[in-house]
């Protein structure tokens, strides 16, 4: 019979080990694999929801209408005015704050957004629409008007009704807007083309310092552009809200 060297395994006991190291190898793997699933799931469903919430038809903060189902709102507007032969005007509204508050005291912005929100559905016609394109910027249908001066008053009143002072958690607010906007339908013009031009209306706004301002073409030049300062307008410090 022979024995085995002192030191040495014997071959069961070598396949015992092997057999151990395999095993462990693959739950490693294994583990591996689960870990790699599951982070995908999140990665997916977090994909998911963000598309969720980009093509959502309203915003679930204000209720309002997103810019996806403002677009559709407005094709139909525009081709009400065709047919009718009259008007309908874009409005793109942005908030800012006229008095820097602490940190530690500003009051909650979600709240601010959605007072605000409803305050400019209040400034408009019944059959007008106002919808939510980011953060602290709404756009509004001004919708089956004769002439571009309703637009205007319609600007006038919005701007009007949102300088008004705001009590938010026992501190007071005093937030305006800045109005950018272009009355069409223009020939040919598309309801997204509109809708960027009241846009860059409201960026040629800020640089010339005018609280409203309107373009005649969608091909939006400075010389095109048609400023409106309001006399009654106070000069304040002006800061973005955060």
């Known amino acids: 019979?022979?024995?085995?060297?002192?030191?040495?395994?014997?071959?069961?006991?070598?396949?015992?080990?092997?057999?151990?190291?395999?095993?462990?190898?693959?739950?490693?793997?294994?583990?591996?694999?689960?870990?790699?699933?599951?982070?995908?799931?999140?990665?997916?469903?977090?994909?998911?929801?963000?598309?969720d919430g980009a093509l959502s038809a309203y915003d679930g903060l204000t209720g309002l209408p997103t810019q996806r189902l403002f677009l559709v709102l407005l094709k139909q507007a525009m081709s009400r005015a065709e047919t009718t032969k009259r008007h309908v005007a874009v409005l793109v509204c942005t908030l800012e704050q006229f008095r820097p508050l602490p940190t530690s005291t500003a009051p909650s912005m979600t709240l601010v957004v959605r007072v605000q929100a409803a305050r400019i559905k209040s400034a408009l016609r019944p059959h007008d629409v106002v919808a939510r394109l980011d953060q602290y910027t709404f756009a509004v249908i001004v919708d089956n008007i004769e002439s571009p001066n309703e637009a205007q008053l319609v600007a006038e009143k919005i701007q009007k009704t949102m300088a008004l002072p705001l009590l938010i958690e026992g501190q007071e607010l005093l937030i305006s807007c800045r109005i950018g906007g272009i009355v069409g339908p223009q020939p040919g013009a598309k309801a997204e083309s509109l809708l960027d031009a009241a846009s860059q209306a409201l960026s040629d706004s800020q640089r010339a310092d005018t609280s409203i301002a309107f373009v005649s073409d969608p091909a939006i030049t400075t010389s095109s552009l048609l400023s409106l300062t309001y006399a009654d307008r106070q000069p304040r410090a002006m800061i973005s809200m955060k």
Do not use: C, H, N
């Not at 190898?25 to 977090?46: C, T």
């Open 1 to 51: 019979m022979q024995t085995t060297p002192a030191g040495s395994a014997s071959v069961p006991e070598v396949l015992s080990l092997q057999l151990i190291i395999g095993w462990m190898g693959l739950f490693i793997a294994a583990g591996f694999g689960v870990a790699g699933l599951l982070r995908w799931s999140y990665s997916q469903d977090l994909a998911r929801r963000k598309q």
